[in-house]
C-alpha cells in the first residue's frame, strides 16, 4: 500500500496481491487519515506501507518533507506493518500526464490526482525492490 501525504488530503493506492501493479483508491482526509489507512491495512491483509517522500529536485528537505516525515513517524506508532519512504519527485507530474492521457482533460478532483500520485510511487517502489 503506498500513502501520498498531504496537508488537506492523502492519497491512497493498493497493488495487487502478486505485487504486479498499483491501483488508486479513493483519497481520504488528513484529519482521518491513520484512521483509514489502518483499516484499508486490515481489510486488505497489507504487508507493507510506502509514503511518498517530497524532496527539492536537488535531494534536499523542504517543510513538507519534514511534515511527511512527522506523519511517518505517527503512522508507525500506530500499525503494527514495516512503514517505508520512497523518493516522490516528479509523481504529481506523472500521475497527471497519466490521467490527461486517459481522457480525463479537467482534473478538478484533487483527491483523484493525490491517489493516482500513490499509485505512481507504490509502482515506482514495486519495480525497484
Known amino acids: 500500500m503506498s500513502v ?3 496537508l ?3 492519497g491512497l493506492a493498493i497493488s495487487d496481491p502478486g505485487r504486479v501493479i498499483a491501483q488508486p483508491l479513493p483519497a ?3 484529519q482521518s ?3 483509514e489507512i489502518t483499516s484499508i491495512a486490515i481489510d486488505q491483509h497489507v504487508s507493507e506501507i510506502v509514503i511518498g ?3 527539492n529536485m536537488n535531494g534536499t528537505h523542504s517543510q513538507q518533507t519534514e511534515k511527511t516525515l512527522d506523519f511517518v513517524h505517527r503512522l ?9 519512504t520512497w523518493d ?3 509523481s504529481t507530474v506523472e500521475a497527471t500526464r497519466a490521467l490527461r492521457g486517459a481522457g480525463k482533460r479537467r482534473l478538478r478532483d484533487k483527491g483523484r490526482i493525490d491517489s493516482a500520485s500513490a499509485a505512481v510511487i507504490l509502482n515506482s517502489y514495486m519495480n525497484a525492490t
Not at 508507525?76 to 512503514?83: E, G, I, M, S, W
Request: charged share 20%.
Open 33 to 35: 487519515a491513520l484512521q
Open 4 to 6: 501520498d501525504f498531504g
Open 76 to 84: 508507525r506508532r500506530y500499525v503494527n506493518l514495516p512503514v517505508s
Open 88 to 90: 516522490e519527485r516528479l
Open 28 to 30: 481520504v482526509s488528513a
Open 53 to 55: 517522500l517530497p524532496l
Open 8 to 10: 488537506a488530503r492523502v
